[in-house]
């Protein structure tokens, strides 16, 4: 097979495999520390009088003063106490406009009302949509950082093949039914790690943007050789026919980790091109 077309068979099947993944099973959304109630609970029936002379002493008290609205310094300092904390971080030292714009919609919606679930939910989405729009600079990464992130993800699709195995097809975009559950954390902890990988690899490959060359002849004949040592070939890797629901629960994700592990033995350059071109192209949109 023409190394270019197989190159372009395992981008296109692993962003397949990743539609919408980080969104899907988002880590702990909703998990940005809770604000204390407001509310007062109402008085009982049948309280003894001098309670309840008291009790209608307190009623003609002012109303408690609302909560403070919410600002820059107050919506960053909860943020830092949440599991976005290192990421809020990264992204404020290194795309300092990307991190002003999400601490202004942070602030709107604080300042909105919206619920400690949402508010998390937005959060994530925002981290994402600030990664969406830069991968294609990861390109750039060194090797050991492409690799570090490549392992990251051969675990994470080892243990949605395993533990997490009822999210994995939830994972591939093959089941919308209403999870029953939070994943295990050591997916959530793994999701967590590889998106700041990824964050990782844009901030160090924006100053190297030289173009992602394709394989070889020679590093697709290798790449073919370290499939079939997995009992894969390219036509499996073209097709994409392990990604089809109907598997016992977890194979497809298991099946992807050995696609990792296969690229994982190749020499240093296939490798950087397939890994790059895997999690760094076409994934933008």
Known sequence: MDPRIL??????????????FYFALAPGAGNVPLRPSQAAAPPSAGIP????ASSE??????PASPPPMATPASVEAEIALSEYADLLTFVKKNFSS???????AAVRRRNEGASDHVFGQELGERFQNIMRGKLKYG????LPTIDKLAANEASLFHALGTEGASFCLKMLGKDDAPATGAPPESVLQLMKLGTMYRFQAIAEGMSNTK???PLTVEEGKAFEASLARDGLNSKDVNSGAYLKAGL??????????TLHLAIARLQE??????YAGMFFLGRDR
């Open 7 to 20: 190159i372009a068979a395992v981008v296109c099947l692993v962003t397949m495999a990743f539609g919408g």
């Open 98 to 104: 990307d991190y002003n714009e999400l601490l202004v």
């Open 248 to 257: 016992e629960p977890g194979k497809p994700c298991l099946l992807l980790e």
């Open 49 to 52: 009088p001098s309670v309840a």
């Open 211 to 213: 173009p992602l060359a």
């Open 269 to 274: 350059g296939a490798r950087r091109k397939i």
């Open 139 to 142: 390109v750039g990464a060194s």
């Open 57 to 62: 002493e307190a009623l003609l008290l002012p």
